[in-house]
Each structure stands twice: as C-alpha cells, then as structure tokens.
C-alpha cells in the first residue's frame, strides 16, 4: 500500500499529539469490536516474554558459568498450577 492509501492528507496535517489520541481511538475500538483477539494475543506476548526471559537465563548462566560440565538444556520439571478466584 502506497503513503496515500492509507493516510489521507487530513489525518498527516494531523499534530503529534493528535495522532496519539486518534492511534488509542482506533485502538480502543478494534479492543471493543474483537475482545477475545486482544485477550489472546496479550496472552501470547506474555508467554513469548516468558519464554524469552527463560532462554536468555539459561544461555547466559550456561555461558558465564564456572562449570563447563553443566548442559546447555537441562531436563527440568515444572509443576504448573491453575488458582481460580471466587
């Protein structure tokens, strides 16, 4: 999509800090219109940072360590719990 397709020239005379407002606007309002899309994807984003967080620590610990005997990827056992409120 070209510049022009996307943005009318109204919306690029547009100040910064209106464009903010209209970028939250718009946002507000595809959160209102697909409520299970955003929970979902918040829910993947966290995990991937989860994830990501896990792995850095793992390499770096694995990297830094005295040890050189110590196994990049460990078999580690996880117990998951699932709280419900109410």
């Known amino acids: 999509m070209t510049n022009q397709t996307v943005f009318t020239e109204s919306i690029l005379r547009i ?6 407002k209209l970028m939250f606007s718009f946002f507000k309002k595809i959160v209102k219109t697909h409520p299970r899309l955003f929970v979902r994807a918040s829910l993947l984003a966290i995990i991937v940072a989860i ?3 896990n792995i850095g620590s793992i390499t770096k610990n694995a ?12 078999k580690k ?7 419900t409120f109410g």
Do not use: C, H, P, Y
């Open 15 to 20: 100040n910064k800090k209106e464009r903010v």
């Open 51 to 53: 994830a990501n967080f």
């Open 63 to 74: 990297l830094t360590s005295a040890e050189k005997s110590i196994k990049l990827f460990e």
């Open 77 to 83: 056992d996880f117990e998951f719990k699932i709280v």
